[in-house]
């Protein structure tokens, strides 16, 4: 089902690559005008929506700088004069075991994964109320819903989940819902270089394969979306069954099916 909204604005932040890209080049095809924001250079996909017959434009943003917000939602608001949607996706990770996780990178993974949301939300939350309400997306993981060995990428995604239903509480009065989705393993860079910890997880997922970036991507285009309209301070896990079923789809497999 395709959403055909050409009125619509959505700010799509680590949109220069990975999911992010893929949300941004699915949303401009669904008709909405896409801002990608990134530290990276998010030209070259602007260029692929403009080319596709998108409208899109980049706009520098490292998450973690409040003051660089107020710029990018400046040029949201001089460029398209409204805002309708904001998907947190930028993202890092750290597969770092406990005692090898030093003050530096909880710092920086704390900085991005959890301030980059809190200062975007603050700083779009007035243009977004100003257009007549909207959605935010705020892109979390499983890690965010179980134990996870890496202190830092779980304990930062746990705290985005909160501040989703933090935030959904104070927005609903401004018509603006918040929502947090939660990945599993999905095929992007994020993976890259970690085969055995992949080969070793997908033995845990009842689905029994990693998901695609596409999958994602439709759930954030549902929660923008009107046939999510209802939906407020929820969490969507993305995940093949892993959370829900991983650990005994894994007890019987090894068992052979004989219990
Ligand atoms: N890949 C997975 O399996 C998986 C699973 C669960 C959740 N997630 C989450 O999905 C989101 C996207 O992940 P991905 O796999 O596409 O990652 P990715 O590494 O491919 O892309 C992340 C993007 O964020 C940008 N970015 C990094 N730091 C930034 C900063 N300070 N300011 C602005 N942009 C910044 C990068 O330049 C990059 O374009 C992340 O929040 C990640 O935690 C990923």
Same mark, same amino acid.
């Given at each position: 089902m395709s959403e055909l909204r050409t009125d619509r604005v959505v700010l799509v932040t680590g949109a220069a690559g990975g999911m992010g890209a893929g949300h941004a080049r699915a949303l401009a095809a669904d008709g909405w005008r896409v801002a990608l924001a990134d530290v990276a250079d998010a030209g070259p996909v602007v260029e692929e929506i403009r080319a596709a017959g998108g409208t899109a434009s980049a706009h520098h943003l490292d998450v973690t700088e409040a003051k660089l917000w107020d710029r990018v939602v400046a040029e949201v608001t001089d460029q398209y004069?409204? *805002?309708?949607g904001l998907v947190n996706n930028a993202g890092v990770s750290r597969r770092l075991r406990f005692m090898d996780t030093t003050h530096e990178v909880w710092h920086r993974v704390m900085a991005i994964n959890v301030d980059g949301p809190f200062y975007g939300i603050q700083a779009c939350a007035p243009l977004l109320r100003d257009s007549g309400g909207g959605s935010i997306v705020n892109i979390s993981s499983i890690a965010g819903q179980i134990g996870y060995f890496s202190p830092s990428y779980s304990t930062s995604k746990w705290a985005l989940r909160g501040l989703t239903k933090s935030a959904a509480g104070e927005l609903a009065a401004w018509g603006i819902r918040v929502n947090s989705v939660h990945p599993g393993l999905?095929?992007?860079? *994020? *993976?890259?270089?970690a085969d055995g910890f992949v080969d070793s997880a997908v033995a845990s997922i009842p689905a029994g394969r990693m998901g695609r970036p596409e999958e994602i991507t439709d759930v954030v285009r549902f929660l923008l979306g009107d046939g999510s309209r209802y939906m407020t301070g929820g969490e969507l896990t993305v995940d093949g069954g892993l959370v829900s079923n991983g650990l005994y789809h894994r007890i019987l497999t090894e068992m052979d099916g004989d219990l």
């Open positions: 004069g409204a *805002l309708h999905v095929e992007t860079p *994020l *993976l890259e270089g």
